[in-house]
């Protein structure tokens, strides 16, 4: 199976920073990348596929970017309500891992 | 309203038995792939079992090969986990949740149901 690798695993950071989220997998997965937000006690929240489409509803402060093996999730501004567990997944064929997850905790 | 609700929630004995259904509505069953997930206590997210729209391709996590058998009922609009052969490592809070085809993200989940393997 594909290996999926985020960093860091957990991140520090004060309301109105800018927050950069890696994802690298262990081999090429083209765009198939998707991002999710987890808080405690609730199912995840799906962000971001396809590498950088946005889904719909979801504040454009997030933001994808990457392709190939090396991702990135950022958050330009971040607010009370993104502290939370972030997470990346790849789809290929027939074939779904996610990374181990980033932890966003409030400086 | 788009609504995936899981149930069989149980504790069950190492080496046993558990079947896990997910009923689904607001949407066309059949239009969409539908996913397993589980999380393990204070762990991460990990991908269990995936059935294609057309249902004619699963897929499997190397864990769970071989033990866990992923069906549905379309007439049900219900989604199933079969697992057997349970180990105390499968316990965790399993989510059922779907995508809009297998090349997507996953955009609606279950609120999860535990299984709990102990002795």
């Known amino acids: 199976d594909i290996q999926m690798t985020q960093s860091p695993s957990t991140l520090s950071a004060s309301v109105g920073d800018r927050v950069t989220i890696t994802c690298r997998a262990s081999q090429s997965i083209s765009r198939w990348l998707a991002w999710y937000q987890q808080k405690p006690g609730k199912a995840p929240k799906l962000l971001i596929y396809?590498?950088?489409t946005l889904e719909s509803g979801v504040p454009s402060r997030f933001s994808g970017s990457g392709s190939g093996t090396e991702f990135t999730l950022t958050i330009s501004s971040l607010q009370p309500d993104d502290f939370a567990t972030y997470y990346c997944?790849?789809?290929?064929?027939?074939?779904?891992?996610f990374g181990q997850g980033t932890k966003v905790e409030i400086k | 309203e788009v609504q995936v609700v899981e149930s069989g929630e149980g504790l069950v004995q190492p080496g046993g038995s558990l079947r896990l259904s997910c009923a689904a509505s607001g949407f066309i069953f059949s239009n969409y792939a539908m996913h397993w997930v589980r999380q393990a206590p204070g762990r991460g997210l990990e991908y269990v079992s995936g059935?294609?729209?057309?249902?004619?391709?699963?897929y499997y996590a190397d864990s769970v090969k071989d033990r866990f058998t992923i069906s549905r009922d379309i007439s049900k609009n219900t989604l199933y986990l079969q697992m057997g052969s349970l180990r105390v490592e499968d316990m965790a809070v399993y989510y059922c949740a779907r995508s809009n085809g297998w090349y997507s993200g996953i955009d609606y989940w279950g609120q999860g149901t535990l299984v709990t393997v102990s002795s």
């Open positions: 396809k590498a950088s």
């Open positions: 059935m294609s729209s057309d249902g004619g391709s699963t």
């Open positions: 997944q790849q789809y290929t064929s027939y074939s779904r891992t």
